[in-house]
C-alpha cells in the first residue's frame, strides 16, 4: 500500500513517551507509526528534523464570533489563527447572534462553520431557561455539548435561575452530552456591581471586586450537586482560582463526572499584569492575584484539572480600551498563543512536553468522546498533527496573529518553542508560519463523537417524570 505521506526524523509525543519515529499517512488517517525502514511508500516525504510531533491541540473553548461580529472574527480568521497556533480542533461557543438555542440556528452555523474553517471543529448548543425544550433537536442537529451561562458576560445571555438549572440537567443527563458551565454565580456579581457603579467606581479593578473566587466557589458547587443528583456530565471552563478547587475536588472524589479546564492566563498573569496592559487583561472570569497560580499549576499537573483552553475571546481595540472598565468588552485571543506560551513553561521545566500533550489533546479529546480517532497518533487516528520546534526563539506581538483582534495582553511576550507546520487529517493547514489555502476543510466532529453510555440518577423525579405521571394520573380518573 502507498502512503500519501510520511513524515521522518520527527520526534513523536504522546501523553507517555517520546520516541524517534516515522508516521505514515493515508487518506487522512495514521496508516503506519514506527521505524523509518518499516514505512510504506509515499507519494510525498516530509523531513521533521528537529522538530517534536504532538497530536493537534484540542481547544475546547473558543468565540469565532460567526455568525454576529464579523468585525472582531469569523470562522475564516479563527480556524487560520487554531492552525498557527497548533490546534486541530476546536469547539466554538453558542453566544453569537442568534444564540446557538435551536436546531435552525445550529444547522446554520455548521454551514458557516463548514464553509470557511481550516480546522475541525464542533458546536455547543445554548443551554438556558428558554432552550430546555430544543435540547433533543439541538442533539440531533449535532451539538458536541451544552453551554450554561451561570454568570453574565459578553453578549448578555441570561443566567438560567436553580430551578431551569436542576430542569435543564435532567433533559440532557439522559443524553450522554456533557455540559460546560460557566462557572460564576450572577446574583452575587450584579448586585456587586450595582453598588459599586452606584459609588461611582469604575476603575479595572473593580471588574476584579465584583467578581471575587466565592462567585466561582459557589457556582461549581451548587452546579456538581445538580450533575450529581441528576447524572449529568458536567465541565468547568476557565478555572481561575484556587478556591474553587476544593469543590472541584470534593465532586471528582464523590464520583461527579465533572471535569475542568484552565488558560492561559490564569498560569502566566496576574493582578500585577493590570497596569502593564489596563483593560486589554480585563476577561471573565478575571486574572486574579498570583497566589492562585501555584495551585492552579498543581492541580493541573496532579490531574484535578484535565485541560487547558483559551476561552478564545477576540474584540477591537476600540472595544478593549474604554476608560470606564463597566464598558470593556471582556476577554481576548487565545488560540493562537496557547501553544507557545505553554511550549516555554515546558522549556521553562514546569511540566514535560508528554504532560502537555496529555492537557492539550488527549484529555480533551477523551473527555468529549473523540478519542482515539482524536488526541492520538495511534494507526487508525486521523492525521491532526502540530510539529513543534522546542528551540526556536519567538516574540508575540498582536500585530501579527491570525485573529482579528488584534490586541491581546501577550504583545511583545517572549517565548521558546513555537509550532511549525500543523496538518488537519493528513493536509498541511499552515506550513513553515505559512497559511494553506485550506479555507473550507474543516468538518465538524459531532458525527464522530461517542460519549459512554449515561448514568441517569434521580430520574423518577425529573419535572418530565412527574408530569408524565399526573397527566397519565388525570387521564385514567377520566376514563
Ligand atoms: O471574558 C470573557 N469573554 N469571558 C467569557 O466567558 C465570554 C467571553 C466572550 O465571549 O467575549
Ligand atoms: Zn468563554
Not at 4 to 24: E, F, Q, R, W, Y
Not at 189 to 202: D, T
Not at 395 to 408: F, H
Request: aromatic share 6%; proline share 6%.
Amino acid at each position: 500500500m502507498t502512503a500519501d505521506l510520511v513524515i521522518h526524523n520527527g520526534k513523536v509525543v504522546s501523553p507517555d513517551t517520546v520516541i524517534d519515529a516515522s508516521i505514515a499517512i493515508k487518506d487522512g488517517r495514521v496508516l503506519a507509526i514506527g521505524a523509518a525502514a518499516a514505512m510504506p511508500q509515499a507519494i510525498e516525504i516530509f523531513d521533521a528534523k528537529g522538530l517534536h510531533i504532538l497530536p493537534g491541540a484540542i481547544d475546547v473553548h473558543v468565540h469565532f464570533r460567526d455568525p454576529g461580529y464579523p468585525h472582531k472574527e469569523d470562522w475564516e480568521s479563527g480556524t487560520a489563527a487554531a492552525a498557527f497556533g497548533g490546534v486541530t480542533t476546536v469547539f466554538d461557543m453558542p453566544n453569537t447572534i442568534p444564540p446557538t438555542g435551536t436546531a435552525d440556528i445550529l444547522a446554520e452555523k455548521h454551514k458557516i462553520a463548514a464553509s470557511k474553517a481550516h480546522v475541525d471543529f464542533g458546536l455547543y448548543g445554548l443551554l438556558g431557561d428558554d432552550t430546555i425544550e430544543a435540547v433533543p433537536a439541538l442533539v440531533a442537529g449535532g451539538v458536541i455539548g451544552f453551554k450554561c451561562y451561570m454568570g453574565n458576560t459578553f453578549g448578555k445571555i441570561p443566567s438560567p435561575s436553580t430551578g431551569a438549572m436542576l430542569e435543564a440537567f435532567e433533559v440532557v443527563a439522559p443524553t450522554g452530552k456533557r455540559i460546560s458551565l460557566h462557572a460564576e454565580t450572577n446574583d452575587i456579581m450584579e448586585r456587586r456591581q450595582k453598588r459599586l457603579m452606584a459609588a461611582g467606581i469604575h476603575d479595572q479593578f473593580a471588574h476584579l471586586a465584583a467578581r471575587p473566587p466565592v462567585v466561582a466557589v459557589e457556582a461549581v458547587s451548587r452546579a456538581a450537586i445538580l450533575a450529581e443528583w441528576t447524572g449529568a456530565r458536567i465541565h468547568i471552563l476557565h478555572i481561575s482560582s484556587a478556591d474553587e478547587l476544593r469543590p472541584l475536588r470534593e465532586a471528582k472524589a464523590r464520583g461527579v463526572d465533572i471535569t475542568g479546564e484552565t488558560c492561559p492566563h490564569y498560569l502566566l498573569l496576574s493582578t500585577e499584569d493590570y497596569d502593564r496592559v489596563p483593560g486589554v487583561i480585563a476577561v471573565n472570569p478575571p486574572v486574579r492575584e498570583a497566589r492562585n497560580q501555584a495551585p492552579i499549576w498543581a492541580a493541573l499537573l496532579d490531574g484535578s484539572i484535565d485541560m487547558i483552553a483559551t476561552d478564545h475571546a477576540p474584540h477591537t481595540p476600540e472595544e478593549k480600551t474604554r476608560n470606564d472598565i463597566w464598558t470593556v468588552d471582556c476577554g481576548f485571543p487565545g488560540v493562537e498563543t496557547q501553544m507557545p506560551l505553554m511550549l516555554n513553561e515546558v522549556n521553562a521545566g514546569r511540566m514535560s512536553i508528554c504532560d502537555y500533550v496529555r492537557m492539550s489533546s488527549y484529555n480533551p479529546a477523551r473527555i468529549w468522546g473523540l478519542f482515539p480517532r482524536k488526541g492520538s497518533l495511534q494507526p487508525g487516528a486521523d492525521a491532526d498533527i502540530a510539529m513543534v520546534d522546542l528551540g526556536r526563539d519567538h516574540v508575540i506581538r498582536d500585530a501579527e496573529i491570525q485573529s482579528r483582534s488584534k490586541i491581546s495582553p501577550w504583545d511583545g511576550c517572549k517565548i521558546k518553542g513555537l509550532p511549525v507546520h500543523t496538518l488537519v487529517r493528513g493536509r498541511f493547514v499552515m506550513k513553515d508560519r505559512v497559511l494553506a489555502n485550506t479555507k473550507g476543510w474543516g468538518r465538524s466532529v459531532h458525527t464522530i463523537q461517542k460519549m459512554p453510555s449515561p448514568d441517569v440518577r434521580n430520574a423518577e423525579h425529573s419535572m418530565h417524570a412527574i408530569t408524565a405521571q399526573r397527566s397519565a394520573g388525570r387521564r385514567e380518573k377520566i376514563a
